[in-house]
């Protein structure tokens, strides 16, 4: 099977944030199959060509597109449009049996309709974010034909793809309300790469130590984008909250449109470096070292209902890790570590969040526990492998079926 894979925001394991298709792309070459994967470099090129690699037997096409969550959202909406031409010209031009198209943004179904039409092979899309659901609900699309737009477009794209993958059952069901049929839609989520996240105690402690923190602390931690979505800034809310009790220390790894705010702001409560500690991003192949060194690796989000359908990358990276796993919204994956008894939800409001952290400090041995069952349930439910075959199984009566 000859894959044509359109994803923006590919990353190798020398990057950082998620791997997904990465971790999927190179298991399907494993298999026999040929993937092509055509992305953007979204660091700043003088030279605007596209250029290729080997990542792993992925040929990759890199597309020189600027991005960063620091942009506006305008900025935003015209790197979208520009790849998506650069990648419909680019992906006709290559050999195929199938097109693999992963949102967001959602305008990647645009070279994947585009390719699948002309080359006359059928369409899989992959929803990861239920756009412009999300945008519409944030208040970053308020332009109402800019809204009609955005849902024709969304609708275009499901009413061209031959079977969907989702990420989450809020996902698939956001899919079917369109009108598209349930049985062509296939629940995939982020799933755990078990035999890489390995819980590392030795690692663990040279990253505190890196930082200065004492081994005896409990440390909760943040790894992924500080955007406005995230709301980081809980955290340092929470460590206020939490600073007449010496016990817990916070870090921060990664980088995003609201980081600087979110220092500015545990500099202002005399918390930076003194309980709140800040780390660049980090690679997604030293991750194993940031994770072995947090008690609870936390998710999160500002209060946006539509957000709870998300599948997010580092809770699973999270319980790989055998971190006890801590989130501030609800839905699926509240439902899933409740359940599994491998984390819990935090209180939107930080007192109560930090009564909930004191009474796991009172007893070292709950962290424990929920740490174990996380990785216990990283194996049983959500082993890469498992859920790559997943997607292959897709992929293949995908193209036994047809355009």
Same mark, same amino acid.
């Given at each position: 099977?000859?894959?044509?894979?359109?994803?923006?925001?590919?990353?190798?394991?020398?990057?950082?944030?998620?791997?997904?298709?990465?971790?999927?792309?190179?298991?399907?070459?494993a298999n026999g199959h040929t993937v092509e994967m055509i992305t953007?470099?979204?660091?700043?090129?003088? #030279?605007?060509?596209?250029?290729?690699?080997?990542?792993?037997?992925?040929?990759?096409?890199?597309?020189?597109?600027?991005?960063?969550?620091?942009?506006?959202?305008?900025?935003?909406?015209?790197?979208?449009?520009?790849?998506?031409?650069?990648?419909?010209?680019?992906?006709?031009?290559?050999?195929? #049996?199938?097109?693999?198209?992963?949102?967001?943004?959602?305008?990647?179904?645009?070279?994947?309709?585009?390719?699948?039409?002309?080359?006359?092979?059928?369409?899989?899309?992959?929803?990861?974010?239920?756009?412009?659901?999300?945008?519409?609900?944030?208040?970053?699309?308020? $332009?109402?034909?800019?809204?009609?737009?955005?849902?024709?477009?969304?609708?275009?794209?499901?009413?061209?793809?031959?079977?969907?993958?989702?990420?989450?059952?809020?996902?698939?069901?956001?899919?079917?309300?369109?009108?598209?049929?349930?049985?062509?839609?296939?629940?995939?989520? $982020?799933?755990?790469?078990?035999?890489?996240?390995?819980?590392?105690?030795?690692?663990?402690?040279?990253?505190?130590?890196?930082?200065?923190?004492?081994?005896?602390?409990?440390?909760?931690?943040?790894?992924?984008?500080?955007?406005?979505? $995230?709301?980081?800034?809980?955290?340092?809310?929470?460590?206020?909250?939490?600073?007449?009790?010496?016990?817990?220390?916070?870090?921060?790894?990664?980088?995003?449109?609201e980081r600087a705010d979110i220092e500015i702001l545990a500099r202002?409560?005399?918390?930076?470096?003194?309980?709140?500690?800040?780390?660049?991003?980090?690679?997604?192949?030293?991750?194993?070292?940031?994770?072995?060194?947090?008690?609870?690796?936390?998710?999160?989000?500002?209060?946006?209902?539509?957000?709870?359908?998300?599948?997010?990358?580092?809770?699973?990276?999270?319980?790989?890790?055998?971190?006890?796993?801590?989130?501030?919204?609800?839905?699926?994956?509240?439902?899933?570590?409740?359940?599994?008894?491998?984390?819990?939800?935090?209180?939107?409001?930080?007192?109560?969040?930090?009564?909930?952290?004191?009474?796991?400090?009172?007893?070292?041995?709950?962290?424990?526990?929920?740490?174990?069952?996380?990785?216990?349930?990283?194996?049983?439910?959500?082993?890469?492998?498992?859920?790559?075959?997943?997607?292959?199984?897709?992929?293949?009566?995908?193209?036994?079926?047809?355009?």
């Open positions: 099977m000859r894959i044509i894979y359109l994803h923006q925001y590919f990353n190798t394991p020398s990057m950082p944030g998620s791997t997904r298709s990465f971790e999927l792309g190179r298991r399907l070459v953007a470099w979204r660091e700043p090129k003088s #030279d605007r060509a596209p250029f290729v690699t080997d990542e792993a037997g992925i040929k990759v096409h890199w597309i020189p597109v600027r991005y960063s969550n620091h942009m506006g959202y305008l900025s935003r909406i015209r790197a979208f449009f520009e790849f998506a031409v650069a990648a419909s010209r680019l992906a006709v031009s290559l050999s195929g #049996d199938v097109v693999f198209a992963t949102s967001t943004p959602l305008t990647i179904g645009i070279p994947g309709v585009i390719a699948s039409r002309r080359k006359r092979i059928p369409m899989v899309f992959e929803v990861r974010d239920l756009w412009p659901q999300l945008p519409i609900a944030m208040g970053a699309l308020k $332009n109402p034909v800019l809204r009609w737009l955005a849902r024709r477009l969304e609708r275009f794209c499901y009413a061209n793809a031959r079977h969907i993958v989702a990420l989450s059952p809020g996902m698939a069901e956001g899919v079917a309300s369109s009108g598209y049929p349930v049985e062509r839609i296939t629940i995939v989520p $982020n799933s755990a790469d078990i035999d890489f996240f390995i819980r590392d105690a030795a690692e663990g402690r040279e990253f505190r130590e890196r930082l200065g923190i004492p081994q005896d602390k409990v440390v909760v931690g943040y790894a992924g984008t500080l955007g406005p979505i $995230n709301g980081v800034g809980y955290l340092v809310r929470l460590a206020e909250a939490l600073r007449a009790d010496d016990r817990f220390a916070f870090v921060i790894v990664g980088d995003g449109k202002e409560l005399g918390l930076y470096n003194r309980s709140v500690f800040f780390v660049p991003p980090v690679a997604k192949s030293d991750m194993r070292a940031v994770l072995s060194g947090f008690d609870i690796a936390t998710s999160l989000f500002i209060p946006v209902r539509e957000m709870e359908a998300n599948s997010a990358n580092k809770l699973f990276d999270a319980m790989a890790s055998g971190c006890c796993v801590a989130i501030n919204y609800g839905g699926w994956q509240e439902q899933l570590l409740g359940e599994a008894g491998a984390g819990f939800r935090l209180p939107a409001d930080p007192v109560d969040a930090a009564a909930r952290l004191r009474e796991l400090a009172n007893d070292p041995s709950l962290l424990a526990d929920a740490g174990r069952n996380a990785r216990r349930l990283a194996e049983t439910r959500f082993s890469r492998d498992e859920l790559a075959a997943k997607v292959e199984t897709v992929l293949l009566d995908s193209v036994a079926a047809g355009p």
